[in-house]
């Protein structure tokens, strides 16, 4: 069964992203007040691991606990501030 990495692709807005290309090794949605913090790989082989496709989405989409909101009153999921793909490791 494979295993799942997610890739940045860019800023959801479309801007310049400097950890375009690079898998993610490391993300804490409750970091900077909900926030959220992160840290990015060239290497896959410090890439973050996911069992599944629907594993690495949910984590993708994860909601901070302590910030729930935005302050537009929309869902809080700082990771989902980057365009991704999920790929399997090959």
Not at 6 to 14: D, K, L, M, T, Y
Request: contains cysteine.
């Amino acid at each position: 069964m494979p295993v799942y990495v997610i890739r940045a692709v860019e800023f959801a807005n479309g801007a310049f992203c400097p950890h375009s290309g690079q898998w993610l090794s490391f993300f804490n949605h409750e970091a900077f007040n909900g926030q959220g913090w992160g840290s990015f790989t060239s290497d896959l082989q410090k890439a973050k691991r996911f069992r599944n496709r629907e594993e690495a989405l949910s984590f993708w989409k994860r909601q901070s606990e302590i910030r729930p909101l935005r302050p537009d009153g929309a869902p809080n999921r700082p990771l989902t501030a980057l365009t991704i793909v999920i790929e399997p490791l090959p």
